[in-house]
């Protein structure tokens, strides 16, 4: 889309922004010169509106300007060392909420996409839609056998308008990138990139029932989550068809209340999935709001969630997986020092940042907290605390754990509004402790490397050769080791003394492999 075909666009988003006054969102000496003209089209706002909290004013203009930019906000809600409280806790409440298209289209978009006429495929099917999003809408229907099941069909054309929605974003984020002083760090593109991803799997109904299908198998049995069955048959890029449950939803407390929910036990267990979902399954539900998750009322005194909405997950790579997990077993244990060390080697700062600064810096942030009880305390309060800190000593912003963050914020929210004086940190340390014991236990690297087998007696024949090739390499001479660091060559100048004892103990290593092998091989 060109530069042109954009105008429109952009003045429709420069009216919607002059009308809620968000020129106001920036102190005004910081204000960038364009932001007057913001002011003058914002001049004919309406008192009412006018009146509302800036925080409550970004919300509705977000919300109309449509789902690229209310992904946008609550994406940005996780960035709290960025914004003002009061705007961040408003983007926490954001909900993608839009009137319904009409159930015409819905039924031919469904039609077309499931090769067969409606009555075909569902005995019946409801007109009025229960719900409807900037992205899809759903309906209640029932299969031929009696099932009942709710059936969620994308809007027509939503893919162009989300095209072209990013494609200002990423006009957006090159601006940001030249002329913000820390843009290497804010890493304005990657967000975008974050951004654009969540949204096309979203548009990608099937794979969003690959969602659900996972995490139902995750939680089998669960007492604690149940996650409706997805209905394949029914099912294609564009039309997602799910059974169909019943619940309370869970910021209801009225309704929890009347049905004698044990919101307590609730609360504990909405932390302990979280931890569970994170670092047991590293596959998580990453839209964590109130809307997408309700409460079974079959079971008051053993309660259960059940989850809605499986467009947006989130699974971490193994290494980030595992400082994430690192960073939040030292916190719990208040080791400041690891903290610091975890941050740098995880390279999420540079290797030159000061370790004794940065754990003088975590120190001061963390340790006011610990004088209140902790069941004050909130771990995401003092995570946002952290990144502000982190944010000051040069710290990368990581595209891959945005939804980790969001989610942590999340689950949080809900546990705090279920049960206000939840100690936060005494349910969720003993889950991660134990989980991490299994995962990185004796019996977890036993089960590692027994995998590992195959491949390693695939190569045994190999090995002799290399090390043979590695050893005359060495002793003539030919291997060269490249060092960046003076301080380094010198030190690998000096290893030479010592090169035969090294290529001596890479012989009992190789070999040492091979047996251990052909030891598993043959248990």
Same mark, same amino acid.
């Given at each position: ?22 020129? /106001? ?37 977000? @919300? ?27 983007? @926490? ?32 099917? !409801?007109?009025?839609? $229960? ?29 162009? =308008? ?6 200002? $974003? ?29 949204? =096309? ?25 149940? +996650? ?66 309700? +409460?079974?009322?079959?079971?008051? &005194? !053993? ?16 290494? !980030? ?36 600064? $940065? ?29 502000? +800190? ?49 995962? &990185? ?13 195959? /491949? ?10 290399? +090390? ?12 060269? $080791? ?42």
């Amino acid at each position: 889309m060109t530069p042109l075909h954009q105008l429109p666009r952009l003045l429709r988003i420069a009216r919607v922004l002059a009308r809620h006054r968000i020129d /106001e969102l920036l102190p005004a000496a910081r204000r960038p010169r364009p932001f007057a003209l913001l002011r003058v089209l914002g001049a004919g706002t309406p008192a009412a509106l006018r009146a509302l909290p800036r925080g409550e004013r970004l919300v509705l203009a977000l @919300t109309e300007l449509g789902p690229i930019f209310v992904k946008f906000g609550q994406i940005l809600s996780t960035r709290r060392d960025l914004l003002p409280d009061d705007v961040a806790q408003a983007l @926490t409440q954001l909900q993608d909420r839009v009137a319904p298209f009409p159930s015409a289209l819905a039924r031919s978009q469904i039609e077309t996409a499931l090769g067969a006429p409606i009555a075909q495929r569902y005995a019946r099917f !409801d007109d009025a839609p $229960l719900a409807s999003a900037s992205i899809a809408q759903v309906h209640a229907a029932a299969l031929a056998d009696g099932r009942e099941v709710v059936v969620k069909v994308l809007r027509p054309d939503i893919d162009a =308008r989300i095209d072209a929605d990013i494609a200002l $974003l990423r006009a957006g984020a090159a601006v940001v990138e030249r002329l913000h002083p820390n843009a290497d760090k804010i890493r304005p593109r990657e967000v975008v990139d974050e951004i654009a991803t969540t949204l =096309r799997n979203e548009l990608d109904l099937q794979r969003e029932g690959a969602n659900a299908s996972l995490l139902r198998r995750n939680f089998a049995d669960s007492p604690d989550l149940y +996650v409706p069955e997805v209905i394949w048959s029914h099912t294609s890029e564009r039309v997602l068809t799910l059974e169909r449950v019943h619940g309370i939803p869970v910021d209801d407390l009225a309704a929890l209340d009347a049905a004698g929910i044990d919101r307590v036990a609730l609360a504990e267990k909405g932390v302990r999935l979280f931890y569970t979902q994170v670092f047991r399954d590293n596959f998580f539900h990453a839209d964590a709001h109130a809307g997408n998750i309700w +409460v079974d009322p079959a079971r008051p &005194r !053993d309660p259960r969630f059940i989850a809605l909405d499986f467009g947006i997950v989130g699974s971490l790579p193994e290494k !980030d997986q595992y400082w994430l997990a690192e960073n939040f077993l030292a916190l719990f244990r208040r080791d400041y020092a690891r903290i610091a060390e975890l941050h740098v080697r995880a390279g999420w700062m540079p290797t030159e940042a000061r370790l004794d600064e $940065l754990e003088a810096a975590v120190r001061t942030v963390c340790e006011p907290y610990f004088t209140r009880p902790l069941s004050e305390i909130s771990l995401a309060e003092v995570v946002i605390k952290l990144f502000q +800190v982190a944010r000051a000593h040069q710290l990368t912003l990581q595209p891959q754990l945005i939804l980790m963050q969001k989610t942590l914020l999340n689950i949080e929210g809900v546990g705090r509004l279920l049960h206000p004086k939840i100690d936060i940190w005494a349910t969720a340390q003993p889950v991660l402790e134990g989980i991490w014991r299994k995962r &990185r236990g004796p019996r977890a690297m036993l089960k590692a490397l027994r995998r590992r087998v195959p /491949e390693w007696l695939a190569a045994a024949p190999e090995m002799p050769q290399l +090390v043979h090739a590695w050893l005359t390499q060495a002793t003539q001479g030919g291997m060269e $080791l490249r060092l960046a660091s003076d301080d380094l060559k010198q030190l690998a100048a000096r290893s030479r003394q010592n090169q035969r004892l090294l290529i001596a103990l890479c012989v009992i290593v190789a070999l040492s492999a091979i047996s251990i092998c052909w030891v598993l091989a043959l248990r």
